[in-house]
């Protein structure tokens, strides 16, 4: 940040403040944050020739912003990933300019390059559960294996992020009826735990060396420590090479497995969207496209067709 002016970085660091605390943004939101609005003063500083101050922050205009944009899609950033960065940077002026009681209407009106959404990929109902038991076969360690499955059945029986499965910690097991489970933006939900699920932490825990402590991760690494994210993800990768899966058949499709065949079951959309713990239906909605997608296809290859 030696680039940016000291008042822009005190507003910055203000502003990254107030989005943890008042927004209850997570680390790894706020580190995205910080990235974002700390390349785009860079650049600023570079794109005017010196350092800016918060007066000349607020006399941006919408060349410097299409500047900036230019910049940074010429680095070989995604439409994608520019408008998360456009996102992040407006909001940080927004601020700045209610903070100063400045008017940047016309920077804030920048428009971000249009992208189409990506649908999630989830596993047919078949593949999930083959998955499931195809990675208790990648270790020959029995407690570690029993882990794998137990972390899976938690991502498909539950809906869990992985994040939220490997952050249950020894308190949380006998795994109850239901898990309060708090997830981004600290927005706790409750979820049902199906029988599956129980029994496969249980059958988990009567394997592993490392005791049972209140305080300690429930699933752990080899070495002892809490079981890290990337091992998972590791573990699935040579499951789905022997099963013939795509790439994307992750642990998190197995969350969007969850909510896809809820929906292709006849769940109800705010339920699903409950459970997964999404803040927008606009963001569950995108489950029944890929029900619509998957009918289609069906009806494709069902369908008889004039000879």
Known sequence: MSLISPAARAALEAWLAGQKALRGASENTVDAYARDVTGFLAFITEHKGEAQGIKPLMKLSVSDMRSWMAFTRGQGIGPRSMARKLSAVKSFLRWLSEREGAEISAVLAARAPRFQNKLPRPLAED????MIDTIELQSLKAWVATRDMAVLT???????????ALGLDGRDAPLPDVLRIVGKGGKERVIPVIPAARDAVARYLDLCPWPKEPGAPLFRGVRGGRLAPRAVQKTMARARMQLGLPASATPHAMRHSFATHLLSAGGDLRAIQELLGHASLSTTQTYTSVDQARLMEVYDKAHPKAG
């Open 127 to 130: 593949a999930a559960r083959t």
């Open 154 to 164: 938690l991502l498909y029986g539950c809906g869990l992020r992985i994040s939220e």
